[in-house]
């Protein structure tokens, strides 16, 4: 029995590279109901091209607040009110100044969605730190690394299931190479790791170059790239990186 299904809803980056969706990581637990990892524009499309419905969706994490991993929230939420019909509660989890973002971006968009959505909306900021393990409900926990991005930047480490059918997900955001990357992958059976570009391009994201150089201390059972151009993913597979692959998008994989 696996402890959850894991859909990539988008691999690309801000410029949607080589027609990649931006970045989403929907996450479907064995028990209990399905939780997005960030949420960027193409995410509601991705959700009805995978015939998922936002209904089954009842928590939204975000890995900082930069607008290609938050800027699908409006019509997420939109989905929810309308389609959907929500009247549970539904949470989101992010960085300080998530409540102000994404209201933002709702406002700018469809504003009378705030005024009466139905269903409670309760947004939880963390603060942007290293944390240990919080309770999200049974059979979820998550704990938060400090990254090397932007001031809003946090890796999740999820604990997903109840043992012996539980598994460790570990999601980096973006990222350049930092320390807290070993810690955040020590024992995950899955990291989801950025890859913005083959050779070293900006120190505030990780190159395929950097992660040969560092893979051996990445002790994850196996690691999945995101955030990459189609460059990266064929490198990759001219030169492999033992437990390294590429996801794209729609790839589904069970943890």
Same mark, same amino acid.
């Given at each position: 029995?696996? $402890? *959850?299904?894991?859909?990539?809803?988008?691999?690309?980056?801000?410029?949607?590279?080589?027609?990649?969706?931006?970045?989403?990581?929907?996450?479907?637990? %064995?028990?209990?109901?399905?939780?997005?990892?960030?949420?960027?524009?193409?995410?509601?499309?991705?959700?009805?091209?995978?015939?998922?419905?936002? =209904?089954?969706?009842?928590?939204?994490?975000?890995?900082? @607040?930069?607008?290609?991993?938050? $800027?699908?929230?409006?019509?997420? @939420?939109?989905?929810?009110?309308?389609? %959907? /019909?929500?009247?549970?509660?539904?949470?989101?989890?992010? !960085?300080?100044?998530?409540?102000?973002?994404?209201?933002?971006?709702?406002?700018?968009?469809?504003?009378?969605?705030?005024?009466? !959505?139905g269903f409670p909306l309760a947004v939880l900021e963390v603060p942007v730190a290293d944390a240990p393990e919080r309770s999200f409900g049974p059979a979820l926990a998550a704990a938060t690394w400090t990254v090397h991005h932007h001031p809003s930047s946090i890796a999740w480490r999820f604990r997903v299931g109840v043992p012996p059918h539980a598994g460790t997900? $570990?999601?980096?955001?973006?990222?350049?190479?930092?320390?807290?990357?070993?810690?955040?992958? +020590?024992? *995950?059976?899955?990291?989801? @790791? +950025?890859?913005?570009?083959? +050779?070293?391009?900006? !120190?505030?994201?990780?190159?395929? $170059?950097?992660?040969?150089?560092?893979?051996?201390?990445? /002790? =994850?059972? /196996?690691?999945?790239?995101?955030? @990459?151009?189609? *460059?990266? *993913? +064929?490198?990759? =597979?001219?030169? !492999?990186?033992?437990?390294?692959? =590429?996801?794209?998008?729609?790839?589904?994989?069970?943890?």
């Amino acid at each position: 029995m696996t $402890a *959850a299904r894991l859909r990539f809803l988008g691999t690309g980056n801000a410029f949607h590279a080589d027609g990649r969706g931006s970045p989403g990581l929907l996450v479907e637990p %064995a028990a209990g109901p399905a939780f997005l990892v960030d949420c960027g524009p193409t995410a509601l499309p991705a959700l009805r091209g995978a015939a998922i419905e936002t =209904a089954t969706i009842a928590r939204l994490f975000l890995t900082h @607040l930069h607008g290609d991993h938050t $800027a699908g929230w409006p019509f997420v @939420l939109l989905d929810l009110v309308h389609r %959907a /019909r929500r009247r549970d509660r539904f949470d989101v989890v992010g !960085p300080p100044g998530t409540r102000a973002a994404l209201e933002g971006l709702v406002r700018h968009c469809y504003p009378e969605v705030l005024d009466d !959505p139905g269903f409670p909306l309760a947004v939880l900021e963390v603060p942007v730190a290293d944390a240990p393990e919080r309770s999200f409900g049974p059979a979820l926990a998550a704990a938060t690394w400090t990254v090397h991005h932007h001031p809003s930047s946090i890796a999740w480490r999820f604990r997903v299931g109840v043992p012996p059918h539980a598994g460790t997900l $570990a999601v980096s955001g973006d990222t350049g190479w930092c320390p807290n990357l070993v810690s955040l992958a +020590e024992g *995950a059976d899955l990291l989801v @790791l +950025e890859c913005t570009s083959v +050779e070293p391009e900006m !120190p505030t994201h990780l190159s395929l $170059a950097e992660l040969r150089a560092c893979a051996g201390t990445l /002790r =994850a059972t /196996r690691v999945l790239l995101v955030h @990459l151009p189609d *460059a990266v *993913a +064929e490198a990759l =597979a001219r030169d !492999p990186i033992a437990r390294v692959e =590429a996801a794209s998008d729609g790839l589904t994989v069970d943890l």
